[in-house]
């Protein structure tokens, strides 16, 4: 099972929006509404933002949002604040045998 | 407040055993409503599923690493372990352990700090 395909960077000025992509088959992303996100600081464990595609967990700022589309899902941050700058990692459910399998993960910069 | 805290050696030789455990504070391991996973990530690179376990013991393993690789869990001592046989290089990562929604595989919403594990002689 390969890693899902995450761009490898995205920037985006204080206030704009920007949107990640992770893509994968028909085989995870494109059936299971079982798409997460994880945000990862340098030198700390990733923290879960999204899970069921579109929930944020409590506590997550409504300015991460998600969705799905086939194959690809998407993650929003809007108003975008120099705390965001991160890592970034998708994972999706791919089936009884496969089980969970991550993006490549992206590097979001604040400019 | 759930807490993890990964403990084990951090420096294994090639071709021996990694041996890791994670111990629950502030919650039981026996919950029906978690399961208890290990992912990894390589220095430098994405995140690993490595596989997750059920208060039950039943097990859930990533296929590439299913050959090498046993989970397990102790309700008695509110922890569950890991451990991968025959590491070479490539399995030099931090190693975190992490609390997994129970009905929805890969949501991960608790994780310990990680523990980094080096294969070298």
């Known amino acids: 099972q390969s890693a899902l395909t995450q761009p490898a960077s995205v920037s985006g000025s204080p206030g704009q929006s920007i949107t990640i992509s992770c893509t994968g088959t028909s085989g995870d992303v494109g059936t299971y509404k079982l798409v997460s996100w994880y945000q990862q600081h340098p030198g700390k464990a990733p923290k879960l933002i999204i899970y069921e595609v579109t929930k944020r967990p409590s506590g997550v700022s409504n300015r991460f949002s998600a969705s799905k589309s086939g194959n690809t899902a998407s993650l929003t941050i809007s108003g975008l604040q120099a705390e965001d700058e991160a890592e970034y990692h998708c994972c999706s459910y791919a089936g009884s045998s496969t089980f969970n399998v991550f993006g490549t993960g992206t590097k979001v910069t604040v400019l | 407040q759930w807490h993890l805290q990964e403990s084990g050696p951090g420096l294994v030789k090639p071709s021996e055993t990694l041996s890791l455990t994670c111990s629950v504070s502030?919650?039981?391991?026996?919950?029906?409503?978690?399961?208890w996973g290990w992912i990894r990530q390589p220095p430098g690179k994405g995140l690993e599923w490595i596989g997750s376990?059920?208060?039950?013991?039943?097990?859930f393993y990533n296929p590439s690493l299913k050959s090498r690789l046993t989970i397990s869990v102790d309700t008695s001592k509110n922890q569950f372990s890991l451990k991968l046989s025959s590491v070479t290089a490539a399995d030099t990562a931090m190693y975190y352990c992490?609390?997994?929604?129970?009905?929805?595989?890969?949501?991960?919403?608790?994780w310990g700090q990680g523990t980094l594990v080096t294969v070298s002689s």
């Open positions: 376990v059920y208060y039950s013991g039943k097990t």
């Open positions: 502030d919650g039981s391991v026996s919950s029906t409503n978690f399961y």
């Open positions: 992490a609390r997994e929604y129970y009905g929805s595989s890969g949501s991960f919403d608790y």
